[in-house]
């Protein structure tokens, strides 16, 4: 739990203010168990009164990003599927691991753990397990058998898309021995238990896109891999090749490593519709 020091507290009610679930009595200093451990209270603090339930408290530091930087970043931020054949030190990925503290997650709950593909041979059984777990998968999908219960339940699902998809996998693993991770030398997986109802997927989305950005700023290329993430599907029989629990599901994966491409002009793309209400 935080604590707050009362002796330097002035009772501004900053802190109750903003605190998202009601928790603080700030005469008493208590802090209710509905607490969900945001550090919005320690953060508002002036007086620096309130502690965190974990670590230090830094004064925040100015940032230099201008709108105008924000924007041509994410313009120049590319899916990186050519890597030079460098490995991303150990003290990088754990700096990219150690920023994900700040990223947001549903009710804080944080949920989510990472586990860090790095060693050529893993990668190579990553992306050759999960090439193999889709060509199942969808040969499973477009069979004979479960094909029109899909035509009825799904609609949606375009079998016949899917078939190509299939075999161009299989005419791929002849002659490309990394179509899936595309021979990065790191992949991130965001795994968190397996449930209905929570929102890690969510989470582990917006935590892939945040560590996507800030592998960016220092070099780094990165791919998204839905590909990793349907063959991970629940109860994977991969989890354990790769440290992720047996109760857990893989819900995003990053390539991550150094680009061998550049790209130099902003390629034009629709901005979504919008309703203005
Ligand atoms: C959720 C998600 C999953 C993706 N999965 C893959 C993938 O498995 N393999 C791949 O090569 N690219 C994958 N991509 C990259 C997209 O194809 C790419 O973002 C899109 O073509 C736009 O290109 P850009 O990222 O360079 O702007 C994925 C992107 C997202 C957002």
Excluded at 99 to 124: C, D, F, G, T
Aim: hydrophobic share 40%; proline share 6%.
């Amino acid at each position: 739990m935080p604590f707050i020091q009362l002796e330097k507290c002035t009772k501004c009610l900053k802190c109750v203010k903003d605190c998202p679930s009601s928790a603080i009595t700030i005469e008493t200093g208590e802090i209710a168990d509905t607490c969900i451990h945001c550090g919005h209270c320690v953060a508002i603090c002036p007086e620096m009164a309130v502690r965190p339930d974990f670590g230090e408290v830094f004064l925040l530091q100015p940032h230099s990003v201008t709108p105008k930087d924000f924007r041509n970043l994410c313009s120049g931020i590319r899916t990186c599927r050519s890597y030079l054949q460098k490995d991303v030190p150990d003290a990088v990925l754990l700096q990219l691991v150690d920023n994900m503290k700040h990223y947001p997650s549903a009710s804080n709950e944080r949920p989510l753990q990472v586990s860090i593909v790095r060693s050529k041979e893993k990668v190579k059984l990553l992306n050759d397990q999960s090439a193999e777990a889709l060509i199942r998968l969808i040969g499973m999908v477009c069979s004979p058998w479960v094909s029109p219960f899909i035509r009825i339940l799904a609609p949606s699902v375009n079998i016949s898309k899917l078939k190509r998809y299939r075999n161009s996998f299989i005419e791929k693993q002849k002659n490309n021995d990394s179509q899936i991770c595309h021979h990065a030398p790191a992949v991130l997986l965001f795994h968190g238990k397996t449930s209905k109802s929570g929102m890690a997927e969510a989470d582990a989305n917006i935590w892939a896109t945040y560590t996507s950005i800030y592998a960016n700023t220092i070099g780094l290329g990165t791919c998204f891999n839905g590909f990793i993430v349907k063959a991970m599907g629940k109860k994977s029989k991969l989890n354990p090749l790769f440290k992720v629990p047996a109760n857990h599901q893989v819900y995003a994966a990053l390539l991550v490593g150094y680009p061998k491409v550049k790209y130099r002009n902003e390629a034009s793309r629709q901005s979504p519709i919008v309703a203005l209400l």
